[in-house]
């Protein structure tokens, strides 16, 4: 039975003097099960030393023999000594506060070593800690306070502070708190701001955004910046104004700043210095820009500006001997004031010329330029639709595309995010003029339209003669007019059913007509080789054009109202006229060769739409320069090649591309393949029935062949018709495979080189197959023709591995693919939702001597 150690001993941290031995919780343990359990397990020894300097029967090399069901103590754990032992447990959370000694009692939660042994207690041979142990409750592990980080603090000629922000506490106390460490008087003068970036000012509202580590300064409060700066505003030296104006341009960024600015009559402050245009130079261009900044937050609406304010501004854009630094920035003032007021927008419009901008573009000023472009593209975007066809048609006959193309586009300098966010509203501008007629159905009734129906359907057949003085009659006429309609691929013998859908509407109609006009020898090719095929696998013109119109407006967004933040603009767009009809014409052609290449039918239609849309959007990702460009690298991606990029983005997606999984792939290689050579040599073990063709390609007789069980010799003997294949051994003939020199395929083969070329020959010569052998001194051969292309694939696989040359059929490769796939699958089981890194772990460098060793004999002190 366990032996009492001591009535009383101090346990936590073993302080001398201490009285108790306390295992305890801390607080409220009230409502917690108290638990006898066994703290550590000592061996026997003759005495008990005085366990009041701190060292116990735990002392030496005593282990605890179980585990003692605490965090801190394993099973085999050394105890070097009590303090030891209370320090485990400690950091296991499984002591508590500190109790009192002998005269004061003890604390809460705290419990006493009895003086005998626990009743019931095993037998452990030896000296045992026991304490009363209450199961903790997640709350009594104290973890650090959430809304406490720890920052620093810092002022100019001071030395900065280190404190704990409590962000539960007012921002004022924290504010009291910094300035007294600092012996500053009224704190209220005072603000916190963040010491980088933009030095937005702390308040209330955003005092969430400080992190652990953050640095802060102290600095005059926000009212009393702002009241300073305006006042600097007034001065009479330019200088004055200008380091002003710098300061408040540092600071508007920041909202609670902005407010104060505002409130105190700063904008009209600064639309003063702006419409005197007493200084045209740096002044007026930071009062543009702190002016700009301060509206930018929404406070005062643009709407409020004065109209001579804007003219002002106007004045400067039109100027033309302007310091460079004023004219981007009015240009930007004038963006914000059209985007976001129609009225002074249309004052904008009608007093700041096209004109004006494009000689603005023409500057090699790349900011200039983007502010330009900016403006232009908000008086487009302000603009009625009419207005915009109008003003877009006049920037097209001034060569305005061509510019872009030339000196924005390939320019030498880099193109800046704004200018293709400009770039890309531009282009969705002048592809939503095509909206109208992609919203508008065929009208049956209109006689322009029914006229270009019947321009479309002549364009494709020559009108059918009549004998002289003979007239068509209205039914023959109807009737011809709709067989031809029907032939050009419309779904309905009245064309005006197909497109009444919208969209497309008359833009699929406009689609077509374009083709026909100007690529006539393309659309009649494209017509006659469809309409004339009986096989079923004809390509639908008008449907086909009608899909496709409706696949080029989703994927150039047309109609669709212009992003905000995109860039995605096609360079392309801007190197072509008539861009939207001449990438039709590519995409139209590129279908009926997808279709061909696809063997497709009527039933294939969505089928082939889907690889020609895939076909497309991957060639516009790339964002060729050119229409020929992206007609020879959509031209390029095949529909074999499609296949190839679905398969391959697939297994990046699975992961089985990754270098560690290649790598495990390339070793499992060697023994899939031999299991392939096992399973094809068993397969002609098996045998098979083969048929002769005699020399009037009869194959009327049959023959069986097999290979021996030790894989020595090949059996084979002529059979009758409907006879269940023979045993190996009634077989006439034998083959010895050591005979064999070589496995001929295909034309090689002796028996398809007597048979000549032929349809009939053709399709033997994929089956046929012959090994070539040593009879006597002469060379002869045993021919084949397989009954299947799989059993070709199996035989010559097998006579290739008899022969010790590599199987390299397409079964074999399919096989091999499969077997690696569910190899690769099961070896990664226990790994899967774990990322694989593409390179191994780097090797740690080797010790600079291996001289050390661990005696584990030797006692711990």
Not at 222 to 247: I, N, T
Not at 444 to 470: C, D, H, V
Not at 619 to 648: I, M
Not at 741 to 748: F, K, M, Q
Request: aromatic share 6%; proline share 8%.
């Amino acid at each position: 039975m366990p032996k009492a150690i001591s009535d009383r001993v101090f346990f936590p941290g073993l302080l001398p003097g201490t009285a108790e031995l306390l295992v305890g919780l801390g607080g409220s343990t009230l409502q917690q099960q108290e638990v006898w359990r066994p703290l550590a397990v000592c061996p026997p020894r003759p005495h008990l030393p005085h366990l009041g300097a701190g060292r116990g029967c735990l002392s030496g090399a005593g282990r605890a023999l179980f585990y003692p069901l605490l965090p801190g103590l394993q099973p085999g754990t050394s105890l070097g000594s009590l303090g030891k032992a209370a320090r485990l447990l400690a950091r296991s959370g499984t002591l508590g506060r500190e109790c009192r000694g002998r005269g004061g009692g003890r604390g809460p939660g705290c419990a006493v070593v009895p003086r005998g042994p626990r009743p019931g207690a095993p037998s452990a041979g030896g000296s045992a800690i026991w304490g009363k142990y209450r199961r903790p409750r997640p709350s009594w592990t104290m973890a650090p306070p959430r809304n406490v980080v720890k920052i620093a603090v810092q002022m100019r000629d001071a030395i900065p502070q280190l404190i704990q922000l409590d962000q539960a506490k007012p921002l004022a106390a924290v504010l009291k708190e910094v300035c007294d460490a600092w012996s500053l008087t009224h704190s209220e003068r005072y603000a916190l701001q963040f010491a980088d970036g933009h030095r937005r000012y702390i308040t209330e509202n955003n005092r969430t955004e400080i992190k652990n580590g953050s640095i802060l300064c102290l600095s005059t409060a926000p009212d009393l910046e702002a009241e300073r700066l305006l006042g600097g505003l007034q001065s009479g030296s330019r200088e004055g104004r200008r380091e002003a104006l710098q300061h408040l341009i540092l600071l508007a960024p920041d909202l609670t700043f902005a407010r104060e600015v505002i409130s105190r009559d700063g904008l009209q402050r600064l639309g003063t210095i702006i419409e005197d245009g007493d200084d045209l130079g740096e002044v007026l261009a930071l009062g543009l820009q702190a002016f700009s900044e301060l509206m930018e937050h929404g406070v005062v609406s643009w709407e409020t500006l004065s109209i001579p304010f804007v003219r002002k501004v106007v004045y400067y854009v039109n100027m033309n001997l302007m310091d460079a630094s004023v004219q981007p920035l009015a240009l930007g003032l004038l963006e914000s004031v059209t985007l976001s007021s129609p009225a002074l927008g249309q004052l904008v419009k009608s007093e700041v010329p096209l004109d004006r901008l494009l000689v603005h573009l023409q500057v090699m000023n790349q900011q200039l330029q983007t502010k330009a472009m900016a403006l232009l593209t908000a008086l487009l975007q302000g603009a009625s639709p009419a207005e915009r066809k109008h003003m877009l048609d006049y920037l097209w006959q001034r060569n305005f595309r061509q510019f872009i193309y030339k000196n924005i586009i390939h320019s030498a300098a880099p193109l800046g995010d704004e200018m293709a966010h400009h770039l890309y509203v531009l282009q969705a501008l002048t592809l939503g003029l095509l909206e109208p007629r992609m919203r508008t159905p065929l009208d049956p009734y209109s006689q322009e339209q029914r006229e270009q129906l019947q321009a479309l359907r002549q364009a494709a057949f020559e009108p059918e003669r009549e004998s002289p003085g003979a007239v068509m009659s209205a039914d023959r006429r109807r009737s011809l007019c709709a067989r031809e309609f029907r032939k050009l691929g419309f779904s309905n013998s009245n064309p005006a059913q197909d497109l009444e859908r919208v969209p497309p509407g008359l833009l699929a109609l406009d689609n077509m007509l374009y083709f026909s006009r100007h690529a006539p020898n393309a659309y009649s090719r494209f017509v006659l080789e469809n309409s004339s095929r009986e096989d079923k696998h004809e390509c639908p013109f008008a449907r086909s054009s009608i899909q496709l119109t409706v696949l080029l407006c989703e994927l150039l967004h047309v109609g669709e109202p212009c992003s905000e933040t995109a860039q995605d603009f096609s360079p392309m767009f801007f190197g072509q006229d008539q861009s939207f009809h001449e990438l039709f014409c590519v995409g139209i052609q590129l279908l009926n060769k997808t279709w061909k290449e696809m063997r497709a039918t009527q039933e294939d239609f969505d089928k082939v739409m889907q690889v020609v849309r895939e076909q497309l959007a991957r060639t516009l990702a790339l964002k060729p320069t050119s229409l020929e460009l992206f007609r020879t690298k959509v031209n390029a991606l095949t529909y074999g090649e499609v296949l190839r990029l679905r398969q391959t983005e697939r297994l990046h997606q699975e992961g089985t591309l990754a270098p560690p999984i290649l790598e495990l792939r390339e070793k499992l290689k060697p023994e899939l393949m031999g299991l392939i050579r096992q399973q094809r040599l068993l397969r002609l073990c098996e045998g098979t029935l083969f048929r002769k063709i005699s020399s009037r390609r009869r194959q009327d007789k049959l023959w069986f062949c097999c290979l021996s069980p030790n894989h020595k010799v090949l059996q084979y003997g002529d059979v009758e018709e409907g006879a269940s294949p023979p045993p190996p051994e009634s077989l006439p003939e034998q083959l010895s495979v050591a005979d064999i020199r070589v496995l001929l395929t295909g034309r090689d083969c002796p028996h398809i080189r007597e048979k000549g070329s032929g349809k009939q020959n053709k399709d033997l010569c994929e089956l046929a197959f012959s090994v070539s052998y040593d009879r006597g001194e002469q060379e002869a051969h045993l021919n084949f023709i397989a009954p299947s292309k799989r059993e070709f694939h199996l035989w010559t696989d097998g006579l290739s591995a008899l022969l010790g040359s590599p199987m390299g059929s397409e079964q074999t490769r399919l096989d091999l693919e499969l077997l690696l796939t569910m190899e690769t699958k099961l070896r990664l089981l226990e790994l899967e939702n774990v990322p694989i890194p593409e390179q191994p772990p780097p090797v740690p460098p080797p010790p600079t001597n291996f001289n050390f060793c661990y005696d584990c004999s030797i006692a711990e002190p």
